[in-house]
């Protein structure tokens, strides 16, 4: 499949060239419709907008090694929320009480876990029963969520143990722990896709499964890990999120999937896998972030947010499709 | 007196109802090239699949040596030194070449990554035997056909290949790339592997093979030496009868130009096609993959936009933009993948056989389905199609039976105009020839025929005149009285026909 | 001929296997809890299944056809708090139509770039999910949705009325499920539905329009939507803005419920309804047993892998995947 050069340079570098974009644009409208005095571009702002993209970022990384794999995981949202819930709940547990402040790795450690096994559980479901990866986790996005209430209840938990939050708001070298947390993901998962044979092996799984069958490698054990890896990340990133914050509810991470995709989408990672790089990923974390900021600057609420992010999403689709139309001498299907 | 590589004795493979290998014997001595011919379904590939590991024999052994040998599955048989090379080429496009060469054998340093300096020192080893034009790090994706398969092949090499099987590996290559493989196979010849090579293409078979063995609806016919074999001789083993190549002789008279073509060019798929086909006529287009007959149909289906030239029909220039367009228009094709695109599968016969005539069969908003039922009855016993009912799904008929529900859709729509792309592809010899009765009795009753096809005795018996198609092109269109097999497969293999003899 | 007759049980089961669960489901809940049984408590099942019932069968058309509908339930709100708002402001006569046009335009929008545009259905209606989410959020101010004058309206008959003892959603999901069975199965347009959805590739060499049927049935889907708004809005009254949330699982639930293969090419409205109220009986046999409503989640969870599961096990001849 052959691709002009302007495509092939916009396929790579499109992203970057749309946080540019963005960057001048809400700089120059935000002179115009913002509220507050302080420029877009401002420094603190930029940093604040690093790590105000950990969350999503963090899982995003998982979601790109998962989709290049040619799966694709929608309950992360609800790991996301009973990782919280099981961080901050545990905490307080009756077992934990002699540990003092050492119960904050033991809580980690624990919501970590939980995490990880299940995202281990959609990865065995994924790999024994064959069932699409789609709707294995829409069923649990639900599925989860009901554990979350089991475990929960419908109110929210609170939990604010200083010493974690004096961890978690701590700067080192001028950049906040959630920032370096969403930078060392991303290195370490740029490391795994780019240098190590799972990570090659995954591409080569989403982008020609049998021929990966044929050759040897083991499809199923390799689904799991890395239904594993973004169940362990999904969790990570509520940890470090809700060590800050303390307090959880219930419904929290409702519609994370959704930014997640789309920044991982938006990062030139293809739909049906075999595609896709971390780096172009973290790009699309911070243009979304940097499209939540922009519209806030320039006053819009959440919910022109959430129409603006859905219309982008199908716009990435559409100029994806452009690039990729192969001309008018192909066969109309 | 040296030993074969390779030698299979009395293998018996079934499948539930199918004996589709019966007693098969066939051995592959070091440093020879083996082609394996038959008709589709004769079990060429069932063969191979049991040499590959795929299928496990019912009966019969397998040596290697002196060794018998058991293939327990795809890797076993590739440890053991057995390379396929598959006709459809499995690569991962987003990856680089070293690492579709050595997919799944990555060469690991601690903590599962990558040696990347041994695999380029590997691969550049293998690519440099092959005498190739990229190297280790092009993404796969972006090489041509033709590289692509020198990839698979230089994947062969990554084992200790004691025999390689090629599959129809001259389908998608021109011919300066097919010097480039066989010069590879040369190679492989010189270092002691025994090939195996499968393909129906009699002009390189007996320019690059040492010994011939035919199968025949899962029999062994016998194993010749080429040098001693002819194109008669071996055609005779595999289809079990003199090759009638009567040439076609029609005896009704035509009608009027139904169709004509002026310089239709479509991007790189086809330049400059002129024709015409009258009422009455059976046009055959012959050709190699790859020559643009396929795209040509398609594009006076609608379903590609040309670039130039010019459509007549009845005489009237028209411009055919979607199927539904030709259809009206009275062009109807029966396409060359009867499940991707003939048909339905899920659905049942009648529903598939009246699928495009389904606006015009209501009363009201409904589908008024005794007209249906009708006009499938009409062509089932026309056709003499095999089903217990209309109510059977499509998906459960043998390929023939499938192919005449195809042929039954397109003739209910009563259309001037019939292409059909490989009608007998695939299908058993009774079948075949109930279909080439058929395409000729069309044509008599007054519709224009156009068919295309890859096999030669069935173009020259089906068609009135010929054209032959390479790369694109039209190099020369045959009457019947002209054609011989050798003008004719010249033609399509590129060579400029000289001064008529 | 005995592992033959094995593959056979086990294909009876797979495709059965539904309907022998919810037995047992039946079974179980009746010995659980008297109550379920009675006439009372399945009428009220049937009735509260209505609105899932309308949506889901919409989203029949889609999934035959081969794509997906996530964006059902925040179309749902959107026609719900259109309508409500609409009512005050111009009357029920004129905000009836004119919620049922804005959200078949929605409908029409999602049909083209699916169908005419060829783009991911999955996620397309994943990002349309989100913004007419934020669309209604926008519509609404943020608030919720209230009829001024309850009582003064003649409104409120489509969720809340009856007529020869049976209520009127049940009516309406009947009349509409019978229509829209007749479309599917009787007409050109539903076979042109099957055969997009069987093989696109030959409906297209069959000379079907599949960019034309494909924007219909998201059409139909969007239509289905703003009847189970209406009827939402005015058995209520009044409605908080994420009224439909969630909903777009509960439907797809339903849909694989009722045997309709993800794949494209199989099912029918009339499966599509027992997978509703099989869904339906399940959710209220666990409430009268006295179980918290996140068990339903749970449950829900359970049925649709198994479901889907069974349904690819039957296909394939194996229970378990050959994946290695």
Not at chain 1, 227 to 247: K, Q, R, T, W
Not at chain 3, 152 to 168: D, E, Y
């Amino acid at each position: 499949m052959k691709t002009g050069a302007l495509s092939e340079a916009l396929k790579k570098g499109g992203i970057w060239g749309f946080i540019v974009l963005e960057l001048i644009f809400f700089s120059v409208a935000g002179q115009f419709l913002s509220i507050s005095d302080k420029a877009f571009m401002d420094g603190g702002n930029m940093l604040l907008l690093l790590k105000q993209s950990a969350p999503i970022g963090i899982i995003a990384m998982g979601m790109t090694i998962v989709m290049i794999n040619g799966n694709i995981d929608l309950s992360v949202g609800a790991t996301y929320a009973i990782a919280a819930i099981i961080l901050l709940d545990s905490m307080t547990w009756p077992i934990f009480a002699g540990l003092g402040d050492w119960v904050i790795p033991v809580s980690c450690l624990l919501a970590l876990s939980v995490g990880t096994a299940l995202g281990a559980l959609n990865g065995l479901i994924v790999w024994k029963t064959g069932v699409d990866a789609f709707i294995v986790t829409l069923g649990s996005m639900l599925g989860f969520r009901g554990l979350v209430f089991m475990v929960n209840g419908e109110n929210p938990t609170s939990n604010l143990n200083w010493t974690l939050v004096d961890l978690a708001e701590a700067e080192v070298l001028g950049l906040a722990t959630a920032t370096w947390f969403l930078l060392g993901v991303t290195l370490v998962l740029w490391f795994v896709m780019t240098r190590t044979v799972h990570g090659r092996n995954a591409y080569a799984i989403g982008d020609n499964r049998e021929a990966a069958v044929n050759a040897g490698i083991r499809v199923g054990p390799h689904m799991l890990i890395n239904f594993a890896i973004i169940g362990f990340l999904a969790a990570l990133s509520a940890v470090v999120f809700y060590s800050e914050s303390g307090s959880v509810n219930p419904n929290d991470g409702q519609l994370f999937e959704l930014w997640v995709i789309t920044a991982v989408v938006l990062g030139g990672t293809k739909i049906t896998g075999g595609a896709g790089s971390v780096i172009g990923t973290f790009g699309g974390v911070v243009a979304i972030q940097l499209l939540r900021k922009g519209l806030g600057h320039i006053g819009a609420d959440t919910s022109t947010v959430n129409l603006v992010i859905g219309l982008i999403l199908i716009a990435v689709l559409f100029i994806d499709r452009q690039l990729n139309v192969k001309g008018k001498q192909e066969l109309r299907i | 007196m040296t030993d074969p590589v390779l030698r299979l004795e009395g293998i018996v493979k079934t499948f539930p109802g199918v004996r589709a290998l019966d007693g098969v014997s066939f051995s592959v001595m070091p440093g020879e090239v083996h082609a394996l011919m038959g008709e589709n379904g004769a079990g060429k590939s069932t063969l191979m699949k049991v040499l590959g590991g795929i299928h496990q024999p019912n009966e019969g052994h397998i040596y290697m040596g002196d060794d018998e040998v058991v293939m327990a599955g795809p890797l076993e048989a590739k440890a053991k030194g057995i390379v396929f090379i598959h006709q459809e080429l499995s690569l991962a496009e987003e990856l680089s070449v070293a690492e579709n060469i050595y997919l799944g054998e990555l060469p690991r340093k601690r903590f599962g990554r990558v040696d990347w300096a041994t695999l380029a020192e590997k691969t550049n080893a293998i690519l440099k035997k092959l005498n190739v034009g990229f190297d280790a790090h092009t993404r796969v994706g972006s090489l041509s056909i033709a590289n692509q398969q020198m990839v698979e092949i230089a994947r062969a090499l990554t084992v200790d290949a004691k025999a390689v099987i090629f599959d129809e590996p001259t389908a998608s290559l021109t011919d300066a790339e097919k010097v480039v493989l066989f010069d590879v196979i040369s190679d492989l010849q010189a270092d002691g592997v025994g090939i195996i090579y499968i393909s129906h293409r009699m002009e390189e078979i007996f320019k690059i093979t040492d010994r011939i063995t035919v199968l025949r609806d899962g029999q062994y016919q016998g194993t010749v030496e080429t040098r001693t074999a002819n194109d008669e001789s071996v055609t005779q083993m595999m289809i079990g009868r003199k090759l009638d190549l009567s040439r076609n002789v029609s005896h009704h008279k035509m009608g009027d130009i139904a169709l004509e073509v002026r310089g239709l060019s479509c991007g790189k798929n086809f330049t400059d096609i002129s024709f015409h086909v009258r009422r009455g006529e059976v046009l055959g287009f012959y050709g190699l993959v790859g020559a643009g007959r396929t795209e040509t149909a398609e594009t006076l289906f609608g379903l590609r936009d040309p670039s130039a030239g010019e459509i007549r029909l009845d005489g009237e220039s028209v411009r055919i933009g979607s199927p539904a367009d030709a259809i009206a228009r009275g062009i109807s094709l029966v396409p060359e993948d009867r499940k991707g695109q003939g048909l339905v599968l899920g659905m049942n016969c009648r529903d598939n056989m009246t699928l495009p005539q389904v606006d015009r069969m209501r009363s009201g908003p409904f589908i008024t389905q005794g007209t249906e039922i009708e006009i499938f009855d009409k062509y089932k016993d026309q056709l003499d199609i095999r089903t217990p009912g209309w109510r059977q799904q499509v998906g459960n008929l043998s390929g023939g039976n499938q192919q005449k529900i195809v042929i039954g859709k397109w003739l209910s729509m009563h259309p001037t105009v019939l292409i059909v792309d490989e009608p007998t592809r695939g299908i058993d010899v009774g079948s075949k020839s109930e279909i080439h009765k058929l395409l000729r009795s069309l044509a008599a009753q007054g519709y224009a025929v156009i068919v295309i096809s890859s096999e030669m005795p069935e173009v020259l018996h089906v068609a009135d005149r010929i054209v032959a198609m390479y790369s694109g092109r039209i190099m020369r269109t045959f009457t019947s009285d002209e054609v011989t097999e050798d003008n004719l497969i010249q033609a399509i293999s590129g060579i400029k026909a000289e001064a008529a003899a | 001929m005995a592992t033959l007759t094995k593959q056979e049980i086990g294909t009876v089961l797979a495709k059965q296997g539904i309907l022998i669960a919810f037995a047992i489901f039946m079974i179980g809940f009746t010995l659980a809890n008297a109550k379920f049984l009675s006439a009372d408590n399945l009428f009220s099942v049937v009735r509260s299944s209505a609105i899932l019932g309308v949506m889901a069968l919409g989203v029949t058309f889609v999934v035959i056809s081969g794509n997906l509908d996530l964006s059902v339930g925040s179309m749902m709100s959107f026609s719900t708090i259109v309508v409500l708002d609409l009512h005050d402001k111009i009357g029920p006569l004129l905000a009836i139509p004119a919620m049922f046009a804005m959200t078949m335009a929605l409908g029409a929008m999602i049909g083209f770039l699916v169908g005419y545009l060829k783009l991911n259905s999955l996620i397309v209606t994943l990002g349309m999910l989100s913004a007419i989410h934020g669309l209604t959020l926008t519509y609404s101010g943020g608030k919720n949705m209230d009829i001024a004058n309850k009582d003064g309206t003649w409104f409120g008959i489509f969720g809340q009325g009856s007529a020869l003892g049976i209520p009127v959603p049940i009516l309406i999901f009947i009349a509409l499920a019978a229509l829209l069975g007749l479309v599917l199965a009787k007409t050109p347009f539903g076979r042109k539905v099957y055969a997009v959805g069987g093989n696109g590739t030959a409906a297209t060499f069959s000379g079907i329009h599949r960019a034309r049927t494909v924007f219909a049935c998201y059409v139909i889907s969007a239509t289905c939507v703003a009847t189970a708004g209406l009827i939402q809005a005015s058995r209520s009254m009044g409605s908080q803005n994420t009224v439909g949330q969630g909903m777009e699982l509960e439907v797809l639930a339903a849909v694989i419920l009722g045997g309709a293969s993800l794949m494209g090419g199989a099912g029918t409205i009339f499966k599509t309804v027992i997978g509703v109220l099989i869904l339906g009986f399940i959710q209220n046999g666990l409430l009268l047993m006295g179980l918290q409503f996140y068990v339903q989640f749970i449950v829900t969870w359970l049925i649709i892998i198994l479901a889907v599961w069974l349904d690819i096990a039957a296909k394939r001849g194996r229970l378990w995947s050959p994946i290695a």
